[in-house]
């Protein structure tokens, strides 16, 4: 099998899990929350994520 | 009073529904807030069918969530006339007028709530008619919401022009509603995967391992965790999957397709790994002796810091990775000078080494956070190596910054009581710092204040006023000047700024305008770095002197 027939059934694979698990992950809902989705640390945890995607890419950018 | 008219600035780069799309952010941001701020949990365990009803709205709105997402999909996937008209910028103006309204209606829905989410006496004395008038507070913001977006005709020609997709978005959406229910005895499956996993990483390590499947209990003799639903790993994969989707979306021209989208099954199964791992290490620290570390700082932040190492790590291989990049050009050796710091870098450093390092010591912490000195090192570290670019901004000495500074002291000082029940409650401090020498106590003490009053106010000033005030007006923000006002900026960075202080997220948003009016009037950042400065220090003054630690801590 060529590598783009592998990938490409690699990618339909990728969407289908996709498919599955966001509705699952989402909007499940379950009654059980991790202790780290609390208010502060969630916010703390969103924002160095963001801060560190907006740096590297303006540094993968820059250089 | 110095003001940049945003007319007078090239917009090039911003789309013409930036505003309606502000809107809708706004509006998540507001759900977010309230589901934090309010859990319906209690409403279920009170007897009354009005509680249950209530209770159950939760239910309600991700059904709704649901169906709007999937009817949005299937008008974006049927290329509709609505999306053209999104894109060309045919759209009804912003009513203004219903966002007053919004607003009023919002306060009204938070206060009611608190007496019926809280069971409070005047809920239980009259069930139907709390829950009529919360459900009243909830239709109304979400009404007048809606009515700024556009008028009544505009919303049912919407509707009727976009019925297919409506139908499909009712029909598909609450499919995925329902489906959500069968996927939650996932959460136990995976679970006992995830305790067979760790069982196996136990015993590559200790020699005699406690195992109790059917108390899915597992660790050592000396330290064991209950692996319950929650730590099964499903919520990282959920995470790194909506974070890859909206990164592989944003990001889609500069990424080699289909081969990135093999990110999506490697992320799942890295954190999911990556969680067990998260176990074994918790069980390690209890078992060497630290079990208040373990169960306390460690418990509730290994899981962001897995998070977001594993998340960086896969945007550094979608931006240098030759598999996954279209373009990825080879890494220059060599960099200018003059080119080595980018703006982005400049204003969001402090405020990134600070998060992480107080997530990294939150993590060695039990309760209380021994090693604050090491943010206060970490962040001086890197103010001094942006010094000459900060050096460049304006900082001179004013009473206007000052005055705005104390106007945020009384801000705090007046809405804490009522965002918090017992603001002066937080007895941690004292206990911690008599257990240790005076001048060991006295020496955190001082970082701290050091902390809280200088560099803590510089990193935020320069990553919420400096960058993202005026990110959200243009992509390139440098090229705009320093307290450049547009109302979404303005509101949105606020809000955002408000919610990095959790519960507190009321007195963080307007304390956030106030540094954003401090700045705007000169258009220097050193005046919301001196506004920040003064009432972070008037409220570490004030602790210190009526022993009210909670304003401080």
New interface residues.
């Given amino acids: 099998m060529r590598s783009g027939q592998w990938l490409a059934g690699a990618g339909v694979w990728a969407v289908v899990l996709i498919a599955v698990s966001l509705p699952a992950v989402l909007v499940a809902s379950p009654a059980v929350t991790a202790p780290e989705l609390d208010g502060t640390s969630l916010t703390t945890g969103l924002g160095v994520l963001a801060a560190g995607v907006l740096i590297f890419r303006a540094r993968a950018r820059r250089n | 009073m110095k003001a940049y008219r945003l007319s007078a600035v090239a917009r090039p780069d911003l789309p013409p529904y930036a505003p309606h799309v502000s809107l809708v952010f706004l509006l998540v941001l507001e759900m977010f807030g309230l589901s934090?701020?309010f859990d319906t949990?209690r409403l279920t365990d009170n007897p009354s069918s009005w509680a249950h009803v209530a209770g159950s709205s939760?239910?309600l709105v991700?059904l709704a969530?649901?169906m709007a997402c999937v009817t949005v999909l299937f008008a974006i996937a049927r290329q509709s006339a609505v999306v053209a008209r999104l894109s060309s910028g045919e759209l009804e103006p912003i009513r203004a007028r219903y966002l007053g309204v919004h607003a009023v209606c919002l306060l009204l829905f938070v206060a009611i709530s608190q007496v019926v989410v809280g069971v409070q006496p005047a809920f239980v004395n009259h069930p139907a008619l709390w829950t009529l008038a919360w459900a009243g507070g909830g239709v109304s913001s979400l009404g007048a919401w809606a009515l700024a977006l556009g008028p009544v005709g505009s919303w049912l020609s919407l509707v009727r022009s976009q019925r297919a997709s409506a139908i499909a978005g009712v029909v598909v959406g609450t499919l995925?509603?329902a489906?959500?229910?069968a996927?939650?005895r996932?959460?136990v499956a995976l679970a006992r995967v995830t305790f067979a996993v760790v069982g196996w990483m136990l015993h590559l390590i200790y020699p005699v391992v406690r195992s109790d499947p059917s108390r899915m209990l597992i660790g050592t003799p000396h330290f064991a965790a209950v692996i319950?639903?929650?730590?099964s790993g499903?919520?990282g994969?959920?995470l790194i999957?909506?974070?890859l989707?909206v990164?592989l979306w944003l990001f889609r021209r500069e990424l080699r397709?289909?081969?990135a989208?093999?990110l999506?099954?490697i992320g799942?199964a890295v954190i999911w790994i990556a969680n067990a791992m998260r176990i074994v290490a918790l069980i390690a620290v209890g078992t060497a002796g630290w079990k208040a570390i373990a169960q306390g700082g460690f418990?509730?932040?290994a899981?962001?810091i897995t998070?977001?190492a594993i998340?960086?790590t896969f945007?550094?291989l979608m931006?240098?990775g030759r598999y996954f990049a279209a373009n990825a050009s080879p890494?220059?050796r060599t960099?200018p000078a003059a080119?080595r710091h980018?703006?982005?870098?400049v204003f969001?450093?402090p405020?990134?080494a600070l998060?992480?390092t107080?997530?990294l010591t939150g993590a060695l912490s039990s309760g209380f956070d021994w090693l604050y000195p090491v943010r206060l090192v970490v962040a001086a570290a890197v103010i001094w190596m942006f010094k000459r670019q900060y050096a460049a901004l304006t900082w001179k000495w004013s009473w206007w910054p000052l005055a705005i500074g104390f106007a945020g002291f009384l801000v705090w000082l007046t809405l804490l009581p009522l965002v918090t029940p017992t603001p002066a409650a937080n007895t941690t401090w004292p206990i911690a710092l008599r257990s240790i020498p005076w001048y060991w106590a006295a020496a955190w003490l001082l970082a701290r204040a050091i902390g809280y009053v200088v560099t803590a106010p510089l990193a935020e000033e320069l990553?919420f006023r400096g960058f993202l005030a005026r990110r959200l007006v243009r992509t390139d923000f440098d090229a705009l000047p320093i307290g450049v006002f547009t109302w979404v900026s303005f509101v949105a960075s606020s809000v955002i700024f408000g919610?990095?202080?959790?519960?507190l997220?009321l007195p963080g948003t307007i304390a956030g305008m106030l540094f954003a009016l401090a700045i705007q009037r000169r258009g220097a950042l050193g005046d919301g770095v001196q506004a920040h400065a003064t009432t972070n220090g008037l409220l570490a003054l004030y602790a210190c002197l009526t022993g009210q630690w909670g304003l401080w801590s």
């Fill in positions: 934090m701020a949990q939760p239910q991700r969530i649901a995925v509603w489906s959500g229910f996927t939650e996932l959460w319950t639903p929650q730590c499903y919520e994969i959920g999957t909506v974070f989707s990164y397709f289909p081969g989208l093999l999506l099954p799942a418990h509730s932040q899981g962001w998070f977001n998340a960086l945007v550094a931006v240098r890494r220059s960099v080119r980018d703006a982005t870098t969001l450093a405020f990134f998060s992480a107080a997530m990553a919610a990095f202080h959790g519960r997220w």
